[in-house]
């Protein structure tokens, strides 16, 4: 959006987000698990402070492999683009980390197709170890080597970005 919201729309019924049209903006990510276990949009307001979204945990048993998968497509003018980062916090340093995978779309002519997203979106790829040795780990949403998950959205006037959840497996990449 260009120009911030001011209806309140938290607890809405809604199935949308609305963003920063240039700049960032934070989703926060919650963990349906431990409410009711349904994906909600919690807070769409993301122009005037964070969002909020609740998902279930993709990977709960840690296996490499998601409960269901996450697909994108740019929709709106031609010409927007998008970053969108996964974030949290390390519980053993209070550090924000961002992921070294981001989903990076533009809009373009023409239809647009959807593209499996999950590796970028459900999971976070960082080096929370402090061994000295370049080693990055791919931990799922919700893992408990990090809390406070949340989407960097970093928007260069892209005006929809579609995100479909679908219960299909998707087996994360290697990292690296």
């Known amino acids: 959006m260009p120009k911030g919201k ?18 960032k903006t934070t989703i926060n990510l919650q963990n349906a698990d431990l409410t009711d276990g349904t994906f909600q949009v919690l807070d769409a307001n993301g122009t005037d402070g964070p969002a909020l979204f609740q998902l279930p945990s993709p990977d709960p048993d840690g296996d490499g492999v998601t409960s269901y998968s996450c697909y994108a497509r740019a929709l709106g ?18 550090e924000d980390v961002c992921s070294l995978e981001s989903l990076v779309t533009m809009r373009e002519k023409g239809g647009s197709k959807f593209q499996n997203v999950s590796n970028q979106l459900l999971s976070i790829v960082v080096d929370i170890t402090d061994d000295g040795i370049d080693n990055p780990v791919r931990y799922p949403l919700f893992s408990d080597e990090l809390q406070g998950y949340y989407w960097d959205y970093d928007n260069a006037g892209l005006k929809v970005l579609q995100l ?13």
């Open 77 to 94: 003018t031609p010409g927007g683009s998008v970053k969108v980062t996964t974030c949290a916090t390390d519980v053993a340093t209070g």
């Open 6 to 23: 001011t209806a309140d729309m938290t607890g809405n019924s809604g199935h949308r987000i609305f963003v920063n049209l240039t700049g």
């Open 164 to 176: 479909r959840f679908y219960e299909v497996p998707t087996t994360y990449a290697p990292v690296g």
